[in-house]
Nanobody, 123 residues
């Protein structure tokens, strides 16, 4: 079984930076791809970024250049560093884990999900 717990969300101002974390438990962490998604009120849950077991990353066009994903295999934690935040980044941010070996953006391939952490950006 794999469990994911997000942390680090909060209220920030436009232009600020924020780093959120995803602690993953389970012996399979080192072989799993971990991704970040977000869901704003009334909208779909959208892919943001993923990192596979080798450290290869994938980003959606909406955050490429502003967000950076990284993973610490020793700490079994994946981070999302977010810069130049705007009000449009306000959402619940979820991390998810997939047994796939590539940093896929396909939501249906992510088997395990965290409960989410709220990020609110005031303009």
């Amino acid at each position: 079984q794999v469990q994911l717990v997000e942390s680090g969300g909060g209220l920030v101002q436009a232009g600020d930076s924020l780093r959120i974390s995803c602690k993953v438990s389970g012996r399979t962490f080192k072989t799993y791809t971990v991704a970040w998604f977000r869901q704003a009120p009334g909208k779909e849950r959208d892919f943001l970024s993923a990192v596979d077991w080798r450290g290869v990353t994938n980003y959606s066009d909406s955050v490429k250049g502003r967000f950076t994903i990284s993973r610490d295999n020793a700490e079994t934690t994946v981070y999302l560093e977010m810069n130049l935040l705007t009000a449009e980044d306000t959402a619940v941010y979820y991390c998810a884990a997939s047994p796939t070996s590539v940093p896929t953006s396909r939501k249906e391939l992510y088997r395990y999900w965290g409960q989410g952490t709220q990020v609110s950006v005031s303009s």
